[in-house]
Each structure stands twice: as C-alpha cells, then as structure tokens.
C-alpha cells in the first residue's frame, strides 16, 4: 500500500522534476559549457578555454567598474532595506488599531510590477516637472537634483527606488513573523527587573531575532547583487554607465551584443560571487546567530 502511495507522489512530482531538469538544470549546464565557447547564435560555438575569463578580468574596460558600482549599491542598499523593514516590522507589531490596514498599505508598493513601480518614480523624479523636485522649490532649493538624469545622483536614485520597494514586502513581514514568535514570558520577566526598553531590544529582540535576520540578509545581499530591472527601466544603465550595474553587462553582451559565451561567463562569475559571499555569511553566522535552545 505504501508503494503504491509512493508511486503515485512520484508520478505527481513527475512534472516538476522534468520541468526542473529540462528548464533550469539543463540551462545551467549549457551555460557553463558556452562560457568556454565562443558562441554568436548564428555560428555553432567554438572552444576556445579561458579566454573569456581573461577578456573579463584583463581586458573587458566595463566589467571591474560595473562589479565595483554593484557593491556599492549593495552596500547602500542591504542596511536601509533591513533596518527600514525591521523598523516597520517593530512598528505593526505593537498591536495597535488599525494594524491590519497598515501592514496592507505598507505591503502595497511590493506587488507593484518592478517595471510599473520604476516609471512611476522616474515620474515622480522628473527633474522639471517632477512632484519631488516641486517641493524642494517650494521650500527654497534653487537647484533641486537631477535625480535619475545626473551622473552625481542616479546611483543614488536606483537605491531609494529599490529601498521603498523592499522596505514593506516579503523582509518586513519575515521579520514580523520572526517578532510574533518570541515569547512574551521573556519581555515579561525583563520589565519586572525594571529593563527599559531599549533594553529589551538589545537584550531580547535582537538575539532572538538573530536568525531572521541573517535569513533576511543572505537574501537582500543575493538582490541587490543581482539588480537589473530599476536601472535598466529608468535609466538603461546611464547617465555615463553611473547605473551600468553587472547584471546590465551579462545583459547587453549576450542579448545586445550577441556575445552569448562570454554572456556566460560573465554569469558564471557572478554565480560564484554570490556563493562565495553566501558561504561567509553562513560561516560568518557562528558568531552572531543565536538559536532558541543553543
């Protein structure tokens, strides 16, 4: 009886796993393989070892400033958006009315479609007409920022489109996931040996929500590393390569330029970066996560 049950979950599954196999598995194989190829679509690829790697490395003049300006929105990114969705998260845990209404209203501009949410703020950014830009004029500023159309203050504009995205979806209701599972014994005993409340932070929310948090950083840092679809609606990597992230580059050399070994193989160097900071986060992790019952 149970093979028979176990029959019908594998043949239930079938589809998945074939799935799995013929549209990822395969791909990922294929890719690793054209890395090493020169391959132009038209023309059957050609085995040429590790000369894409080296044009990356030596010779490619956009690839070290494109990883280099990622990282820097990475690192501009990941805190506000944890801290920012931590800060919510806190807030619409207070149990206050009208609760529900608000975690509704911060969740909103999360399933706002990236390409829809992007030309929405490049309209709210317009230099000229732009509601943002209207009210700096109105409290004095001669000359407002350019915003998404200035070198100076695109990268910066991709970040705050990013953060507002990111700040009210799926992190912040982890972590509000994450605050609704510490038991409430443990603040209880705290403010009876008189902790005040930034204490209590300190003391218990943090370490309990030490997990959540490095759940919620692991995935944020894989985001931002990975951002194409902001900088490539709103400014298709310029003003002067100011937003030309990495995954733009991967992009334009293998659908733009048709380059689909090298295409490759810029992805493939991005795949490991992602494992490898992956990897030091968990290592990393030892020493700061705790876990209920360690």
Wanted: proline letters at 5%; charged letters at 10%.
């Amino acid at each position: 009886m149970q093979t028979h049950r176990a029959l019908w979950g594998y043949l239930f599954a079938l589809p998945w796993v074939l799935g799995l196999i013929f549209f990822f598995g395969g791909p990922i194989l294929a890719s690793l393989y054209f890395g090493f190829t020169e391959y132009a679509i038209l023309s059957p690829p050609k085995f040429i070892g590790l000369a894409n790697y080296d044009r990356a490395f030596n010779k490619d003049d956009l690839f070290w400033p494109s990883l280099g300006r990622t990282f820097l929105f990475t690192l501009m990114f990941v805190p506000s958006a944890i801290v920012g969705s931590l800060a919510l998260a806190l807030l619409l845990n207070q149990k206050l009315k009208g609760t529900t209404f608000f975690r509704t209203l911060f969740y909103i501009p999360h399933l706002i479609p990236a390409v829809a949410l992007t030309v929405l703020w490049m309209a709210i950014l317009q230099p000229r007409m732009g509601p943002v830009n209207a009210v700096l004029r109105a409290l004095g500023v001669a000359d407002p920022p350019g915003w998404l159309a200035t070198r100076d203050t695109a990268l910066l504009s991709v970040t705050i489109i990013n953060v507002w995205a990111a700040v009210g979806g799926n992190t912040m209701l982890i972590f509000l996931a994450g605050l609704q599972g510490i038991p409430n014994e443990y603040y209880e005993a705290a403010s009876i040996d008189g902790a005040s409340a930034w204490a209590k932070f300190r003391k218990i929310t943090l370490p309990m929500l030490s997990p959540t948090i490095f759940f919620n950083l692991v995935l944020a840092i894989i985001a931002a590393l990975k951002v194409f679809t902001t900088a490539w609606v709103a400014t298709q990597g310029g003003p002067s390569y100011a937003t030309w992230f990495f995954v733009l580059h991967i992009y334009n050399e293998a659908f733009q330029n048709f380059r689909m070994g090298y295409g490759s193989a810029l992805a493939w160097i991005l795949a490991v970066i992602l494992i490898a900071f992956t990897l030091i986060q968990v290592y990393a992790s030892r020493k700061w996560v705790y876990y209920d019952g360690d």
